[in-house]
C-alpha cells in the first residue's frame, strides 16, 4: 500500500481502482497475525524485516505499457476488464510521461520474518 510513483507502480494500481485494496489485503497476512501465529507453535525471538527489491528494469515506458497489458506476474490485473486496464495503463504513462529517465526502476516491498526455535 505504498503511494504510487516511477518506482513503485503498484501504487497507481490502488490509486486508480480502490477496490482493489481489499482484494490485496486479503491475499496477505497482516504483520500481527503473522507473528502471533508463529509464537504460538514455540517460536521466540519474532523479528520483521522490511525489504525493496528491484522487480524489473523497463529500458523506456513502452516496455512497461505492454508488461502491464499482458499482466505479467500481477493477478491482481486479472481482476481489471480490458478497458478498465487499458484506462489504468494509459493513466500510468501519462503520470510517468516526464520522468527525468527513460529507463524505469520498478520495486516491490517485502515483509519477511524470522523466527527463532530454541
Not at 13 to 21: A, D, H, M, Q, S
Not at 54 to 68: F, G, P, S, W
Not at 91 to 103: D, G, H, W
Request: charged share 35%.
Amino acid at each position: 500500500m505504498q503511494p504510487p510513483n516511477e518506482n513503485h507502480i503498484r501504487g497507481y494500481f490502488f490509486e486508480v481502482y480502490p477496490r482493489l485494496i481489499d482484494k490485496e489485503a486479503k491475499r496477505r497476512h497482516d504483520s500481527k497475525t503473522v507473528k502471533e501465529a508463529l509464537l504460538k507453535v514455540g517460536f521466540r525471538s519474532v523479528d520483521e524485516h522490511k525489504l525493496c527489491e528491484t522487480r524489473k528494469i523497463y529500458t523506456d515506458l513502452e516496455e512497461l505499457k505492454d508488461d502491464l497489458l499482458a499482466r505479467t506476474g500481477r493477478s491482481i490485473l486479472h481482476e481489471l476488464s480490458d478497458p478498465e486496464l487499458k484506462y489504468l495503463v494509459q493513466y500510468i504513462s501519462e503520470r510517468l510521461r516526464n520522468r527525468s529517465t527513460q529507463e524505469i526502476v520498478e520495486q516491490d516491498y517485502w515483509t519477511i520474518w524470522v523466527a527463532r526455535k530454541d
